[in-house]
């Protein structure tokens, strides 16, 4: 058990890398390892970790390690994530799904508005990465923004009636590819 | 092994039989606000095993029936199918697809079923488990909880990776 | 202190029901002031109230009033806020600040990207009531949409260069009246 | 009464003094993710007295000072001035203007100012009570926060009415 995380986390770590180059370009960003219960030691190195992580471990009484992530912007110094705005934020997570996709592909995921407080910018960078990602995983994307609408490969239209029933239609869009292509 | 089609029957604001089915490439569920695409989600959280009310904004997992609208009558249950193929043959079933369905009644009463058969949850989770999804299911995103794992400590990151491992 | 109470409770209900028509067209709304420590009484009419308000109040030993907010978007039956959409959870949020706020205008309100869930017909429900009550109080808006935008009569743009220092340069619209008269 | 300018030096991304000046009509704060928006809406939480960092994001109230960029210099201390002005002479300080300033230093020294006057916490309170601002705050509402009042139980939007009265 230990060994496989030990492995996913590596993988995971290093495609967070990569995968925040995309997402941040020109920033950098890592998942580092930690172990509170070493003290002093874990802090080296971690000059802006709250100090609240290693009494909250202790507080269960047990050595629990855990995932730090650190990421950068673009000509910001690094920072608490908290200070993040709210696209960075979304850009953070969404970074570390794709990295532990990337080193443990599940067979679908479903993404409820997650690009909600993404500008247009980032939310074509995160599409780029659905798109990318597609041929290992299914992704089903629950969106009310257009510019969304506009990556799929099959479209789900949900409606209402003034009776409070859903119904969806679906549709098979034009090989993605080929309007892509003719672009 | 992907996501072969959702049915959503007397769930939420689908009293009737309704089924999506998934194909290769992106798929993407569309529509104003309040028509229903969330409850779809919800629906896939709810068929896999959720346990918590709350994870599908209900306060108690009767909330998930249909309970009517205008000029329409409640639903008795409600019942989703998810149905799994298994390409690579992960599935130590011996099927190359497995269908998923839970079910719960207006009274309380409820079950789980794996290819039609009544099973325990347990059953349900075991399946999931060798197919790659895991019972926190961190590969749904339900709406509003994109930046959960920025928020989360640590400690809860690493059990996130320990079950994708 | 009581009486300011139920005098601004009173104007804020009544307001409640008419944003509500507003923003849900069709549908309907209200408050409701509950007193938990009166028991069944106050769960009469109440048959949606969670049995937990009555516990929680209890616990703190203080008859302790609430607000109960309920609404009935179109077509639907009444039912648990809490099974509401995104979008319809901001529309109703957004109802309760204009309700209160018609009753004890505010000098400003500042709302940060409160529109994020909504689609674009919602948005502009909810710009028409910014901008139809703009005489009574300032708003201002922090947004990444454009839709929104387009709402403004002064715009103040915020960039950050590769240094991480922020900007902003204002510009005062031509009269939004003269712009939509001319439409 | 109305808000008419906010003045930010040092504060998160704006290490030089920057000043944005409201009128009449609607006001939109536009720019790309990150940009810096938000950090103007905290700005004014900030200043109008706001004691927990957790509300401006930060985990200490030192994370409000510019901590520098790539080439630029961190700040030795942030700085926030809102000049509220009171057309109706509702501000019994007699003043058609009142400017409040809110100062922290890298030290952890700060200080309020009342029209340039050093001041305490509470005679800010009194001020913006006194021009219909609660100490909640409730006519900000920051990014991600404008479903609170739905996920709030009611007892809090009774405090919340009252606060308004
Ligand atoms: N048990 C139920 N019976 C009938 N209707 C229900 C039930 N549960 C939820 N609903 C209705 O479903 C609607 C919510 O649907 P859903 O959350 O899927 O919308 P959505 O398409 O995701 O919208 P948004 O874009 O705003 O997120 C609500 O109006 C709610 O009242
Ligand atoms: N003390 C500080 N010193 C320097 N930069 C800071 C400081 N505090 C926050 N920042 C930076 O400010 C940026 C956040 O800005 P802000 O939240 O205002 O963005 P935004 O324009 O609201 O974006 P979004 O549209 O994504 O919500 C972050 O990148 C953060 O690193
Ligand atoms: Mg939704
Ligand atoms: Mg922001």
Redesign the interface.
Known sequence: IREAFEETFAAAAENFEDVVQHLFPGGRGRLRLVHPERGPRSLIGAAESPPGHGETAEEDGQPETGVEIEVTPPGKSAKRLSLLSGGEKSLVALAFMFAVFLARPCPFYILDEVEAALDDINIDRFLELVKRYSDRAQFIVVTHQKRTMDAADTLYGVSMGGDGVSRVVSRRLAGRAIAEAAA | ???RSITLKGF?????R?R??????????????????????DA?LWALGEQSP?AV???SMR?VIF??????Q?ARAAEVEVV?EDGEGRLDAGFSEVSIVRRLERDGEGEYRLNGARCRLVEVIEVLSD???GKEM?????????????LS??????L???E??
């Open positions: 092994m992907h996501l939420k604001s689908f009293p009737t309704t999506l089915e998934f194909g290769h490439g992106v798929s993407v569920i569309v529509g104003p606000n309040g028509s229903g695409k969330s409850n779809i989600t896939v709350l904004r209900g306060q909330d309970a009517g609208g205008h000029g329409v409640g799994i197919s790659g999804l961190h590969s749904v995103v339900s709406q509003g909880k994109v930046e959960q794992i920025v400590r640590p400690r809860e990151r690493r996130l990776i320990e994708a491992a």
